[in-house]
Structure formats: structure tokens, C-alpha cells
């Protein structure tokens, strides 16, 4: 028993010492590793080689078609409408009468003020009148005043000598009164004539302007379009009884459309400097309509921080509210990179591909973009950039500064 415990463990021995051996020659006759110097990877890339010149950009946007100049027409009076000869939509040439109102009552009231007026230019004749035979009696009354102080002195003088009686003094003095306050009267009625003129001269002003206005009233019963247009809504329909100041018809002329353009804040006082200066500047509708800048809005919206410019002197413009697209000319800009749309990374950082063909990122300003064949092309600038400088136009998404890449030409 004990002698088959010695044995197994001898075998054990065997076994373990044979393991550890085995081990240790498989160690001693490891292949060993080659160490190699690995290349940096890098990236395939396309660039272009960019000239800095004088060029102009070009904002694309969209405009809204509005018309500032839409007017409503409205009754002057109180009538009943007779005739509608338009439509809402209808197109109209100027002059052209578009509804009748009755004329009745602007009749009546045009032959009223007129009546008014011609009695009061009456009265102020016959006061003219009445004042030239006024002053023609005034003299004859101042004469006969003098004989009768003439008279009275006579009879003082036969009074003194007595062959005249106190009774003859009395009534010579009574005429001498009497002729007096007629005097008095005529130089009254002479020196209210002027006052009396000049109220009737404000009265005939006041019904000849009722006068005119009763005629507009009567010549407004027909709506008549005031320019070439088209009638935007029609407020009534025919027998409808319209009070004044009353909504009659909608209009709008053509030539009041213009277009609103959002631009942005910058390139907004662009345009304004440009406008104060005098420099015209076009811009182009997606119909091929030309168009100049009028005006620039001197507020900022406030929800998109960006600037209102208006354009118009297009012949036809399509229907108010419509949205068309626009290209805006803007003024030429020196030391000027022209770089697809691709090259722009984050809206204005670009990479110059350097001698040791690694990236460096350059942040630019961007001044607009323009149309080329087939794509759109950016306009940039900074003061670091120059001509003969090689950009990085293609799209690569692990670009930043000091990354290896490998030109394709």
C-alpha cells in the first residue's frame, strides 16, 4: 500500500518536470516581433487655388409683392348705390367709371347752396348800392343843414329887431335838430357799411366752398378708378343704401406694387449707404423683371434681427402677397476670394492647405454669394488670405487645423 503511494507520486514528479521542460522550450523558440515605422494616415482632399480681385456679390432672397398705394373708395354722402359696372378682380384703365351712385341728393343740395349763395352775392350789391346812394344824400343833407343853420341865424337876427316870434325861433331850431340827426344817420349807416361788406364777403365765401363741395359730392356719384388698376373687393351691391364715408370699392394701381425684401442687418446698411450715395442698385426677379432700389426700412425686426429693403419701377409685378424669388446686385468689394459653397465650414472658416500639406483654419468674412454654372459660389474675404492660396473645397468632416492630407490634383 505504501509502496503504490511512493510510485504515483514519483509519476506525478514525471509529469510536472516533463510540463515545465516543454514550456520552457516553446518559450526559448518564440518567433519575436518585427518593429516597422508606420506612416501617418491622410486625407484625400480637393482644393482651389484662389485670385483676390474686385467683385461684385449677390444676395438671394425672396421678396413679397405688396402695394402700399391700395386705397378704398368711399361714398361722400349719404344716397342709394344705382350701378355696379365692376367686379372684384377686374382689371380698369384710368378714368373708367366703376359704380353709380344715386344724384338726387347731391343735386338738392347743389341747387340749395347755389340759391344760398346767390342771395348773398345779391344783398352785397345792393349794399354796394345803397352805399353810393348814401353818400350822394350824406351831401344833400349836409347842404340843407347848412341853409337851415342859415335860417335859424336869420330869424335870431329878425328876433333881436322883433319882426320875428319866439315860435318862429323854435321852429327853426326844430328844423335845425331834425336835419342834424339826419345826418348823424347817414354817417352811421356810412361808417357800418365796411363791417356790413365784410360779413357779407365771409358769407359768400362760405357757400361758394359749400357750393364746390356740394359739387364734388355730385361728381363723386361716379366712382371713377384713378389710375390703371384692378379692384382688390367690392364693399356693396347695387340698391344697397350707403351711408357717408361708407367702404364702396377696393383698389389698387398698378404702379404702387413694389417689393420687400428681408436682407440681412449688414447687408441691409450696405444698400442704405449705397442709396444715400446715390449708387443705384438693381436687382433681378426669378420672372426676369428689373428692378431698383427706392427705400430702406430704418428698423430692425426684432424676432429676425434682419433689415426691410424696397424695390419697384417693374412694369408688371405679379398679384400683391405673391412671393417671388430675387437676386439684389450689391456693390463690388476688393481683395475678393470666389470659393464653391463646399469650402465654407460653421458659415465663415475656411482651410488653407500650407506648404507641408497639413490644414489651417482661417476665419473669413462673408460678403454674398453669386450664380455660377450649375452651382452657387460664396464670396469671401480676410486679411490673411492670398492669391495663389490653395482651400480645401472638399466636404471633410474630421477637418481641423493641422491635419495631414494628400492633395488630389
Do not use: C
Not at 340843407?144 to 316870434?165: K, P
Not at 360779413?199 to 390703371?228: G, H, K, M, N
Not at 433681378?284 to 428698423?299: K, S, Y
Amino acid at each position: 500500500m505504501r509502496h503504490a503511494r511512493i510510485k504515483a507520486f514519483v509519476i506525478g514528479l514525471v509529469i510536472l518536470g516533463v510540463g515545465v521542460g516543454g514550456f520552457m522550450a516553446l518559450t526559448a523558440t518564440k518567433p519575436s516581433a518585427e518593429v516597422r515605422d508606420e506612416t501617418a494616415a491622410s486625407w484625400r482632399v480637393s482644393t482651389q487655388q484662389i485670385e483676390l480681385d474686385r467683385v461684385s456679390p449677390e444676395f438671394n432672397g425672396f421678396a413679397t409683392v405688396q402695394n402700399p398705394d391700395i386705397q378704398t373708395l368711399k361714398a361722400r354722402l349719404a344716397t342709394d348705390v344705382e350701378t355696379l359696372l365692376i367686379r372684384e378682380g377686374s382689371r380698369v384703365t384710368q378714368g373708367t367709371v366703376m359704380a353709380r351712385l344715386d344724384r338726387i341728393d347731391a343735386e338738392i343740395k347743389l341747387s340749395q347752396v347755389r340759391a344760398s349763395l346767390a342771395d348773398a352775392r345779391a344783398s352785397l350789391a345792393n349794399l354796394n348800392a345803397t352805399e353810393d346812394k348814401d353818400r350822394e344824400a350824406l351831401a344833400l343833407d349836409q347842404e340843407t343843414l347848412t341853409i337851415l343853420e342859415q335860417s335859424l341865424t336869420r330869424v335870431q337876427d329878425l328876433r333881436g329887431r322883433n319882426l320875428a316870434s319866439e315860435q318862429d325861433i323854435d321852429e327853426a331850431r326844430r328844423a335845425v335838430v331834425q336835419q342834424k340827426l339826419q345826418v348823424n344817420r347817414r354817417q352811421l349807416a356810412l361808417e357800418t357799411v365796411d363791417a356790413k361788406r365784410a360779413q357779407l364777403q365771409t358769407t359768400i365765401e362760405r357757400f361758394a366752398a359749400e357750393v364746390r363741395a356740394a359739387t364734388r359730392d355730385l361728381e363723386s356719384t361716379e366712382v371713377i378708378a384713378p389710375s390703371d388698376g384692378q379692384v382688390v373687393a367690392v364693399h356693396v351691391v347695387a340698391g344697397d343704401r350707403v351711408q357717408a364715408n361708407q367702404d364702396l370699392i377696393t383698389f389698387a394701381p398698378d404702379a404702387g406694387r413694389e417689393l420687400r425684401v428681408q436682407v440681412p442687418s449688414q447687408i441691409g446698411q450696405r444698400l442704405a449707404r449705397a442709396l444715400a450715395s446715390e449708387t443705384p442698385v438693381v436687382a433681378n426677379t426669378a420672372n426676369g423683371d428689373q428692378i431698383e432700389l427706392t427705400r430702406v426700412a430704418g428698423q430692425v425686426r426684432d424676432n429676425t434681427g434682419s433689415l426691410d429693403v424696397f424695390f419697384g419701377g417693374a412694369e408688371i409685378l405679379p398679384p400683391t402677397g405673391t412671393v417671388v424669388s430675387v437676386s439684389i446686385a450689391l456693390e463690388a468689394e476688393d481683395r475678393v476670394a470666389v470659393l464653391p459653397t463646399d469650402a465654407l465650414y460653421g458659415g465663415n472658416l475656411v482651410y488653407r492647405v500650407t506648404n507641408d500639406d497639413t490644414l489651417e483654419g482661417l476665419e473669413v468674412e462673408r460678403l454674398g454669394q453669386r450664380p455660377a454654372a450649375g452651382e452657387t459660389e460664396v464670396l469671401v474675404r480676410s486679411p490673411v488670405l492670398n492669391s495663389g492660396d490653395r482651400i480645401l473645397t472638399s466636404r471633410l468632416p474630421a477637418a481641423v487645423t493641422g491635419l495631414k492630407v494628400e492633395v488630389i490634383e
